[in-house]
């Protein structure tokens, strides 16, 4: 166990629709990261909060947004929801920037 | 041409084989390299970790890394059914922040 917590574990959904998933960090971590992993396309990086601030992005979709709270939880939103959306969403939590990043278990997203 | 190759596998060895895992890089600006092991889609789990060139043990793993071949290696000495996972690389530098670029992983089988 990580000390990274995801929440929901599964989400079903359709095409057009709206979710929220959700990453509380390890205690005492301050950079959040979100990371995409499908099938063709392996672990991509999304994008990066710390300490409430967006740091960092990386290929994310302009229908895809993040925030990070002053209780340092994060939350990633998908909108418009597309087929080419399903896959594993993960979260990743460090102390500082440059530190290692640990990794929750996931949100597996499938889009019907 | 991708950042960080990976041969994919699958890669099957008898119990109590060493195993030889391997990734190559293109961008001579990472100098934070990680191995991550992920046992069925389940979030990743770090391993190694290990900055710029040389060599780090932890029991039975060892990391290796030769910046002036852009080639990182894992060897893991008396593998046991249980290391049968996906084996991913990352790494990171100061070009790229901290967010991390993975290798698309090694499927790995320990047969007993």
């Known amino acids: 166990d990580s000390g990274v917590t995801q929440t929901p574990k599964h989400l079903i959904t359709a095409t057009g629709q709206r979710v929220t998933l959700r990453c509380s960090p390890r205690?005492?971590?301050?950079?959040v990261y979100w990371y995409q992993q499908s099938l063709d396309q392996g672990l991509q990086f999304l994008i990066q909060?710390?300490?409430?601030?967006?740091?960092a992005k990386g290929n994310i979709l302009e229908r895809f947004s993040a925030q990070q709270f002053p209780d340092l939880h994060s939350e990633l939103n998908l909108s418009s929801l597309e087929l080419g959306d399903s896959a594993l969403y993960f979260c990743?939590?460090?102390?500082?920037?440059?530190?290692?990043?640990?990794f929750g278990p996931g949100t597996r997203l499938t889009v019907l | 041409q991708k950042e960080v190759e990976q041969d994919p596998g699958p890669l099957s060895v008898p119990e109590g084989a060493i195993v030889s895992l391997n990734c190559t890089y293109s961008n001579s600006a990472f100098q934070y390299f990680m191995w991550y092991r992920q046992y069925s889609r389940k979030g990743p789990e770090l391993l190694m970790y290990?900055?710029?060139?040389g060599n780090k043990e932890d029991g039975r793993f060892t990391a290796q890394v030769d910046k002036s071949s852009k080639y990182i290696s894992l060897f893991i000495r008396d593998s046991q059914p249980s290391d049968s996972a996906t084996y991913l690389c990352?790494?990171?530098?100061?070009?790229?922040?901290?967010?991390?670029?993975f290798g698309e992983g090694t499927q790995l089988t320990v047969n007993p």
């Open positions: 205690s005492g971590d301050l950079s």
């Open positions: 990743a939590s460090s102390v500082a920037l440059a530190d290692t990043q640990y």
């Open positions: 290990t900055y710029s060139s």
């Open positions: 990352a790494m990171s530098g100061k070009t790229s922040g901290s967010r991390l670029t």
């Open positions: 909060y710390y300490n409430g601030e967006e740091r």
